[in-house]
């Protein structure tokens, strides 16, 4: 008996079969690597809204205590409770000021507005939110910007107490 050779037949298809399982799988990881871009562009965009807001809430903040600077009793201390105001800028003489009016979106995105809230103190003079004795010369302001993104609406609300403390 002489040598046996055994030769090994490959199936025929079988490299038409490995292309699409490697085209398929291929197929699904750039599927997945776009999808993770897109969502991470997504969130880089609400991100960076909800910092703006953040910064335009507290600037508001920041020109309300200018304006208590300036002058409490011409600002701020003839403002009604619980009513929206705005504030509005004038270029020409460079000055803020509080309006009821909406003036607008600023960067055509977001709206910019506050309430004033009474303030109550105990006889140990702190603030309460209950009973007490209202306080004529302290007020408390909630300033809010709100913005829609992609049919989501989103506020960011900021507050603090400013009191008459220059006696203006």
Known sequence: MG???L???????????????????????VFALSSVFLMSN??????????RANFLAEEGL???RFLRDESWSG???NLNIATTYYLSFNAADSARKIITSNPG???GLFALSFVVE???????????TSGGSPDANTKKFSVSVSWQER??????????????IFAN
């Open 3 to 5: 040598p046996t050779s």
């Open 7 to 29: 030769k090994l037949r490959r199936p025929s298809g079988f490299g038409l079969l490995e292309i699409v399982i490697a085209v398929s799988i291929i197929g699904a990881v």
């Open 42 to 51: 997504k969130l880089e965009t609400r991100a960076s809204n909800q910092i």
């Open 62 to 64: 920041e020109i309300l």
């Open 75 to 77: 600002h701020l201390a």
């Open 105 to 107: 979106l600023i960067d």
């Open 118 to 128: 009474a303030v109550n103190r105990d006889v140990s003079d702190n603030i309460v």
């Open 151 to 164: 049919g989501v609406y989103s506020t960011t609300t900021l507050s603090t107490y400013l009191s008459d």
